[in-house]
């Protein structure tokens, strides 16, 4: 006989992740497949490639589902200033966790580091299995919810299939939910670097006609995370050129504001693409984070969408339990997301292509514009408290 659970969530990520903890901290069945071999991390291991600049909001759902103190205990800086301007004149824009009354601005943070620490917490929760490694294989109705075949021949029953399964939602296709494509032309190039200079734990990012650069402080003072977005072939060539090229080439990009470069990590590269669901809910399925929305990572809120998403599903599940799992309770949700989602998906279009355009007229009005915010203490406030996810 197949095992029964309330929720069956495709995808153990940061999303999937959350979720799992939510919904097994109320006594709720779940089961988690992902497709990844569990995660290991020594204390000494060199930085991943991949962080996440986490708000607060996003702190404190961690923290609600206690994952958070196995984030900080191991690798987690906190940035306690922003600086942003644009390469082409003067414009800049301060941000300062202090003058909002604020210890920081939000934490950087492995992707690892957050996936090992709810990890972590999902083996405390009895009502929580991971099935890991496997993989979502196809699902079926039947008259009571839905029949999930896992790759390893395993097959679960449940009320509710949650895609939690990224970009490439295999869940998604599976229920054959649209999704809208904006291809930037794009990629993210990441890796780490140490600089001459300490980063003042501070966020720096300098907009560029071919895409903003971020230096993204670490736990050590003088390391750095970097997401550097290129046009795809400009990516390419600086994933592959020699490494002292390479140095100088981000130290200049960079304005030398943190001095030379001294070291660089591997190197990666990743397609930047806008992707929105037409629908986040089905018959019995619903999509959350990656699954449901891509966004472009110059403001880095893509996780921090994700896990609002994941914070108000569970909200609307717990509160309606009676009917759980049902189209107007997954309903409920949708409307709840997708239009802040949406608009912040727009808003990081709209900057990515008002600092792209080379036009004169442009330069003057964002250069002019950031050092206008800059000035006016209530906008700034208000923009800083909105990338806090408090506002
Ligand atoms: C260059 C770059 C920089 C970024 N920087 C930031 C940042 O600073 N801040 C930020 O908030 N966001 C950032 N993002 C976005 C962020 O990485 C994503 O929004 C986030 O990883 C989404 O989390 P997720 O759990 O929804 O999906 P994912 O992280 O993609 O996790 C999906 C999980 O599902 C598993 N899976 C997939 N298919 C299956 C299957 N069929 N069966 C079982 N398991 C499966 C995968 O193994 C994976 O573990 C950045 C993105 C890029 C490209």
Redesign the pocket.
């Known amino acids: 006989m197949s095992e029964y659970f309330d929720a069956v969530i495709?995808?153990?990520?940061?999303?999937?992740g959350t979720l799992a903890a939510l919904l097994g901290q109320a006594a709720k069945r779940v089961a988690v497949?992902?497709?990844?071999p569990a995660i290991e991390l020594e204390a000494d291991a060199p930085y991943e490639l991949?962080?996440?600049?986490l708000s607060r909001a996003s702190e404190q759902i961690l923290r609600k589902v206690k994952a958070w103190e196995g984030i900080v205990k191991r690798r987690a800086a906190p940035y306690e200033s922003m600086v942003v301007w644009d390469s082409t004149g003067s414009g800049e824009i301060r941000f300062d966790a202090a003058d909002l009354g604020e210890p920081d601005l939000g934490h950087i943070i492995e992707?690892r580091v957050i996936q090992l620490a709810l990890q972590e917490r999902l083996t405390e929760l009895e009502e929580v299995k991971v099935f890991s490694p496997?993989?979502?294989k196809t699902a079926s109705y039947t008259h009571k919810g839905l029949k999930i075949e896992l790759s390893t021949g395993q097959v679960l029953e449940t009320a509710l299939l949650v895609g939690?399964?990224?970009?490439r939602s295999?869940v998604r296709e599976w229920a054959q939910i649209d999704m809208a494509v904006n291809d930037y032309a794009q990629q993210?190039l990441?890796c780490v670097a140490q600089t001459e200079l300490p980063h003042q734990w501070t966020a720096w990012q300098r907009f560029m006609p071919t895409g903003p650069l971020a230096f993204l402080p670490l736990p050590d003072p003088q390391f750095c995370s970097i997401?550097w977005t290129l046009p795809s072939d400009q990516a390419d060539a600086y994933v592959l050129q020699d490494e002292s090229t390479f140095k100088q080439h981000l130290a200049q990009a960079l304005d030398y504001r943190l001095g030379q470069v001294v070291s660089v990590s591997e190197r990666a590269a990743?397609p930047?693409k806008g992707r929105h669901a037409a629908q986040y809910c089905a018959e019995r399925v619903v999509l959350?984070?990656?699954?449901a929305h891509?966004i472009h990572?110059l403001a880095?809120?893509?996780?921090?969408l994700?896990l609002k998403d994941v914070a108000e599903l569970a909200e609307q599940l717990l509160q309606d339990a009676k009917h759980w799992g049902s189209f107007k309770v997954l309903r409920r949700y949708e409307r709840a997301r997708k239009a802040d989602n949406a608009l912040t998906l727009h808003s990081m279009e709209g900057f990515s292509l008002l600092f792209g355009n080379k036009l004169s007229v442009w330069q003057v009005v964002r250069n002019q514009g950031l050092s206008l915010v800059n000035q006016m203490s209530w906008v700034k406030g208000q923009l800083a408290r909105y990338a806090l996810g408090v506002g």
């Open positions: 495709v995808g153990g990520g940061m999303v999937g497949l992902e497709s990844a991949r962080v996440s600049a992707n496997a993989q979502f939690a399964d990224g970009a295999a993210g990441v997401v990743f930047l959350v984070g990656d699954a891509t990572p880095g809120q893509g996780v921090n994700g």
